[in-house]
């Protein structure tokens, strides 16, 4: 038995090295039967990926899974090849990513470990019906130096190429938060460079040692090696690592102006075109390193960013064709930024956050540069396109019944505008279905008041910049939006609410209008915005929570602005902006917060903001009062204290007429119900208190008008 650690919850999963190799065997008798026999061995990298991210890529390394051990040494190892004008990269490619299968029998056992992957590929040879070249296990088995692997030592260039690159990511894989430099030959120090999580060490002789962010303590060599009861890693005294003497080259990539680009329409057709087109500028970047170099050079794609491992030689050419292929999927409506950069082989294992750190940098530092774009004139209203109002118009193009004037850009979206409706959709698409209901194609669709709501999530570039491993800054790219994925699809399919009826149709009263790794767009109809915002914030506290103590791991900080349907919606996606600013800043100022939201209602300039779980108990009272739309009892009688003058005399009148319908017993009983007061007199004393009170006044006033 073998454990993994989740890197973001830090809970222990025990792994059975025989159910894993149970499992790899059976993915690939199903496979068989869906493929052809010369396209199996294609498929094989496919199951790879499936089953071996449940493995740990060591017993010294609970946190790295094999399959992105497999894979960064795939990534390097062919881009070497491709450096070097190997004939077969894809041969490199292959040989790398299998040179490690003989752990899914033997994790942890040297050499034992190569001479299982002999036997693994010639077993998955046989049970596909089809012969594996044995030059590419003779590849795959021969990446160790050293006098415990002698007869099993790289012989060709190739051979080589994958020990060094194996290298590499080994010694990647095994460093962690805990530092340990040595001092001499019988002292080192041990460093915590963990922001996030506090460590407890556990020394050979049972002292335990407290250790938070840049916390260090000098231990003698006998005192290793040393438990990291965080991971329950072992971690021995270090040893003197010799890396290749090459380098490998980092490509990163940041697609700009993405939330301006998706809400720049009124029309939503459009804007959800927009948010496809995005995802479809990222996918067919991802698509230029698969095929340029190999999919496994990808190390973290999504929410507009793209980082991967490119041959030096190439790396020009392909970040001319990122940028162009951006432009191009886009209508030229998004930019991309693209550096590349060589660095030391032993700076990739070593130093890797500062690595990507310098890449950010310099593509931050293009983006304040100005770029030459076409001259600005002063355009005729005939002129201009008809649907995003900011570029001019250069052909027409048929919306429905109407022949608009169409800039380049939204022809784009026009044109992809159908297969928007279909594509990276399925949640909401799901949802749909098991409520009977339609996904809106109109604003009115939604409601007559909408709330447009943006999210994002709080220090996600400190988790990401502290990655000490590529291996590491995979895992969690992978793990953040899968477990984003899970919270969101948990809050829309458990909120409770009515469906929007617009001509005898019955609509989802919210969609999903983008979502890319922890950024999230969603649009609601306003009665619900309140209650599907907290509830998505709790849900990713929930599903990202320290498992020890309950601190949040991930959290959100969400802006929405509400408005009438008929308001722009890039109008509406500014002002939201401007509250998630808020909401962060409010999230900042406070200690052990889950999550923040500030909203604003257009027509008012005032900004409420929230921060949970401090601010829970005014929030119910808004929420409470958003619910009170589908009481027409209460609905008129919150309209009505809204209308009225708020001076003395008004204040004493309306009182003494509200107790006097408390006293008939009439319309209040429905508003002691809807208050879950146990009498009318304590509903009148509530809306009074409402009234009386400024602060609550003024933001239920500015709510309510978007509610009713």
């Not at 059975?16 to 094989?44: A, C, H, P, T, W």
């Not at 449940?54 to 899974?65: C, F, N």
């Not at 460093?175 to 002292?187: A, F, G, H, P, T």
């Not at 996606?573 to 409010?586: Q, S």
């Amino acid at each position: 038995m073998v454990h993994i650690v989740d890197w973001f919850t830090k809970k222990r999963i025990d792994i059975n090295l025989k159910d894993i190799e149970i499992k790899f065997f059976q993915e690939l008798s199903e496979m068989k039967e869906k493929y052809v026999k010369e396209q199996r061995i294609g498929v094989l990298p496919q199951i790879i990926e499936k089953v071996l991210k449940e493995l740990p890529a060591d017993t010294r390394a609970p946190q790295t899974t094999l399959y992105h051990h497999l894979k960064m040494t795939a990534a390097i190892a062919t881009s070497w090849a491709i450096e070097d004008y190997c004939e077969k990269p894809e041969f490199v490619r292959y040989a790398a990513l299998f040179h490690d299968l003989g752990k899914i029998r033997a994790l942890g056992k040297g050499r034992e470990h190569i001479e299982e992957t002999e036997k693994i590929l010639k077993d998955i040879g046989k049970n596909l019906g089809i012969e594996i070249d044995p030059t590419l296990i003779e590849a795959a088995k021969r990446h160790h130096r050293g006098d415990g692997y002698r007869g099993l030592e790289p012989k060709t260039h190739i051979q080589s190429i994958i020990a060094e690159a194996d290298s590499i990511a080994s010694g990647a894989d095994r460093r962690y938060e805990i530092e340990i430099v040595k001092i001499d030959s019988n002292r080192a120090e041990v460093r915590c460079s963990d922001r996030i999580y506090p460590h407890e060490l556990v020394t050979k002789s049972g002292k335990r040692i407290a250790l938070k962010w840049n916390a260090h303590v000098e231990l003698w060599k006998d005192e290793f090696p040393v438990i990291d009861t965080l991971y329950g890693t072992e971690i021995s005294f270090p040893r003197y690592y010799t890396y290749p003497q090459r380098t490998v080259t980092l490509l990163a990539m940041d697609i700009s102006g993405i939330q301006r680009y998706i809400g720049e329409s009124k029309l939503l057709k459009l804007v959800r075109s927009g948010s496809y087109l995005v995802k479809k500028a990222l996918n067919e970047a991802k698509r230029v390193i698969e095929t340029n170099v190999c999919p496994e050079a990808v190390i973290y794609a999504g929410g507009g960013n793209l980082l991967a491992v490119v041959p030096r030689n190439t790396g020009g050419e392909i970040k001319d064709k990122l940028i162009n292929t951006v432009s191009e999927v886009t209508g030229g409506g998004l930019k991309a930024y693209v550096v590349y950069k060589e660095f030391s082989a032993g700076d990739i294992a070593t130093k890797f956050s500062t690595c990507v750190s310098e890449m950010w940098r310099v593509i931050e530092t293009k983006k304040q540069k100005p770029y030459e774009k076409e001259e600005i004139r002063v355009l005729r209203s005939n002129e201009v396109c008809h649907l995003c109002r900011n570029r001019r118009g250069i052909e027409e193009k048929l919306l429905g019944d109407e022949t608009i004037n169409a800039c380049y850009v939204c022809s784009r979206k026009i044109e992809e505008s159908e297969k928007a409706k279909h594509e990276e959709r399925q949640i909401i698409e799901e949802i749909a279905r098991k409520r009977g209901a339609k996904i809106p194609k109109e604003m009115d669709h939604i409601g007559s008041h909408i709330a447009l709501m943006v999210f994002d999530g709080n220090g996600i570039g400190r988790i990401f910049l502290q990655s000490v491993t590529p291996e590491e800054f995979a895992v969690k790219s992978e793990g953040l939006k899968e477990r984003v994925r899970k919270a969101l699809k948990r809050t829309l399919v458990s909120l409770e609410y009515d469906v929007t009826k617009v001509d005898d149709e019955e609509y989802l009263p919210y969609d999903l209008l983008y979502f890319g790794g922890d950024d999230i767009m969603l649009i609601a109809r306003s009665d619900i915005a309140l209650t599907l915002a907290k509830k998505l914030i709790h849900e990713i506290y929930n599903e990202f929570k320290f498992h020890e103590d309950g601190r949040p791991v991930v959290t959100l900080s969400g802006g929405i602005a509400f408005g009438r349907c008929t308001v722009p919606i890039y109008f509406l996606i500014n002002r939201a902006k401007e509250m998630e600013t808020i909401a962060k800043r409010k999230y900042r100022d406070s200690e052990n917060s889950i999550g923040s939201l500030a909203y604003t209602v257009v027509g008012y300039e005032s900004a409420y903001p929230f921060v949970f779980p401090y601010d829970d108990t005014s929030f119910a009272y808004i929420e409470k009062i958003a619910s009170f739309k589908k009481h027409s009892n209460m609905s008129s009688i919150i309209s009505e204290v809204m209308s009225l003058d708020r001076n003395i005399a008004t204040k004493l009148n309306y009182t003494k007429y509200l107790y006097a319908r408390a006293g008939a017993r009439d319309i209040l009983k429905g508003v002691a119900k809807a208050l879950d007061k146990d009498n009318e007199i304590e509903a009148v004393e509530w809306l009074v208190d409402l009234w009386q009170d400024d602060e609550k006044y003024n933001m239920i006033k500015a709510l309510w008008s978007v509610i009713k």
